[in-house]
């Protein structure tokens, strides 16, 4: 499966919130045949995948392409790491965790210890620290303070189609909107279609934001990132399946028309989906701030269920992400058309 193997490569690469550089140049190469590619500012980038008359709706396929990690804030007088977070890490696995810090002279594995002395408790953010075996002096050379740390966390194959890695979140939505864009290069359809591949999602959502605000007028935005799977914790209204496909995303701020019609399509042309509600009245995903941007946009939140979110071991089906990409072409071929963005008949 050639999702697959981007996946893979696109999760072995390094890109930390505010310091996706790494990946934003691997995805720059995997896009570049799609069409035209710029970046924002703040360094999302934006690919011209189809360019129709303004009077036609455009649709951005957006997904982050930024991971969560650690960023050194101090080094104490032995030379251990002292961090803070970039993004919501999962503290109950964070010790022991291997890392790589991405220092000045190249990167240096290192492992994540805590000083929480009680073993029932979880640390804190400000018990964690990294340590890199190295002396104060040599630390402080190598990795200076702001030096993002990303997770070590190796792509393996579970059974019954499952993946583990670090990074699925939001990897695995890159690579589908990625086969999304490629399937549609081949689709007839009607519309502008811009694929936003944003920064920063884990930490405010920004890259995202900055870059529909960039793209107006924007009519449609299907915005793909992941959402819980059902784990033994969860009860089964509070996540989606593994196998079952992407969870389409009914919430105050999308558009229930553009979600039912996806799942009307995704029904009439027998792609495994299902449908689910996001608690609150924001998703807090990027489609919140593509949403608001310019004049506003009808969006969508397709999420890929995925367990132990913001974990080196995050686990999600491979039929998922490629259902994911089948459901946002076809919905855009079917139902993005000139008559005030209207499904066609």
């Known amino acids: 499966m050639e999702i697959l193997a981007l996946l893979e490569k696109l999760t072995q690469h390094h890109g930390v919130a505010g310091d996706e550089k790494p990946i934003a140049d691997l995805l720059e190469e995997e896009i570049r045949d799609l069409g035209p590619v710029r970046r924002t500012p703040l360094g999302s980038l934006i690919c011209t ?40 890490i999962d503290r109950r696995v964070a010790t022991a965790s291997p890392v790589i810090i991405h220092g000045t002279k190249g990167p240096r594995r290192g492992i994540v210890a805590s000083e929480e002395q009680d073993p029932a408790k979880n640390p804190t953010v400000d ?103 059902l784990t033994p914790e969860l009860q089964t209204h509070q996540g989606g399946k593994l196998g079952d496909g992407p969870m389409v995303g009914h919430n105050p701020i999308l ?32 489609a919140d701030g593509i949403i608001l941007a310019g004049q506003g946009a009808k969006g969508a939140c397709t999420c890929i269920p995925l367990r132990y979110m913001h974990t080196p071991v ?13 459901l946002a072409a076809a919905y855009v071929a079917e139902c993005i058309r000139p008559q005030e963005g209207a499904c066609r008949a």
């Open 314 to 326: 995050e686990v999600i089906n491979a039929s998922d992400m490629e259902n994911t990409a089948k």
């Open 49 to 88: 995948v189809k360019q129709e008359s303004p009077d036609k709706p455009h649709v951005v396929l957006e997904a982050h392409m930024d991971e969560i990690g650690l960023m050194v804030c101090a080094i104490d007088k032995d030379g251990f790491l002292k961090v803070t977070r970039c993004g919501g």
């Open 255 to 286: 558009s229930r028309e553009v979600s039912e019609e996806m799942a009307r399509v995704g029904r009439e042309q027998n792609i495994t989906h299902q449908v689910k509600v996001y608690a609150g009245y924001r998703t807090g995903t990027d």
């Open 127 to 229: 018990q964690l620290y990294v340590d890199a075996g190295m002396s104060r002096e040599q630390a402080e050379e190598e990795f200076p303070i702001g030096t993002r740390i990303s997770y070590m966390g190796s792509f393996k194959h579970l059974l019954e189609g499952n993946v583990s890695s670090k990074a699925l979140d939001d990897r695995c939505g890159c690579a589908a909107m990625i086969t999304a864009a490629r399937l549609l290069k081949t689709m007839d359809t009607d519309c502008s279609i811009t694929l936003l591949l944003s920064v920063m999602e884990e930490v405010g959502g920004m890259g995202a934001a900055t870059g529909a605000n960039a793209l107006q007028p924007i009519s449609h935005c299907i915005s793909v990132d992941v959402s819980f799977a």
